[in-house]
């Protein structure tokens, strides 16, 4: 821990510090209700943020809905099926790339969902199943047209591969809103204890 006088690092069951000689024992009660008040602040944030999108959510359903499936599904799904025209049709070069692009586009739109709209891994899942869904079916509708073949796989081998593809997106954007939520929630709250004493 730190001391509040002199901010050297010292032991946490220290009770003078050995840099400034000061005495901590009159100041450790006061530095324990301090770090109590603010852990207090911090899950009183947490529980307004919840409840602001709660009320978002209820107050004007329609609007709140509307604008997670434009930000979130709808334009992520626009990257995706332009990168799938530009690799496989504009490009023709190997399925790799497009495999990467798919990966890679989801993650952000998952990361912004927890700051901006405050959406769990559980929501974030189910707007990343509507995103594979979306951007998986333009997907088959561009390369049936395109090369004249059915849009619907028509094996049990092609579905598979279908249902990984989208999966593999899905998860993408899950794994991008638990980057969210670590950076924006449990980094912040880890940072703010490591300054503060450790006493028990």
Known sequence: MECPFCAETIKDEALVCKHCSRDLRVVRPLLLEIQDIVAEL???????????????????????????????????????????????????????????????????FGFLTFPIHKVGFRGALVLGALLAALSVLCMLTVTGLNDHVPILPDSSGEWREVFEYGASIALAFGSGNILGVMVFQVFPRILSQGGKPAWS
């Open 42 to 108: 911090d899950r009183l944030r947490r529980d307004l943020d919840r409840a602001g999108a709660r009320l978002q959510r209820t107050k004007y359903p329609v609007r709140y809905f509307t604008l997670l499936f434009a930000l979130y599904v709808a334009a992520p799904a626009v990257l995706l099926v332009a990168a799938h025209i530009a690799v496989t049709i504009v490009m023709n070069v190997s399925p790799l790339y497009l495999r990467l692009a798919s990966v890679i586009i989801p993650v952000p």
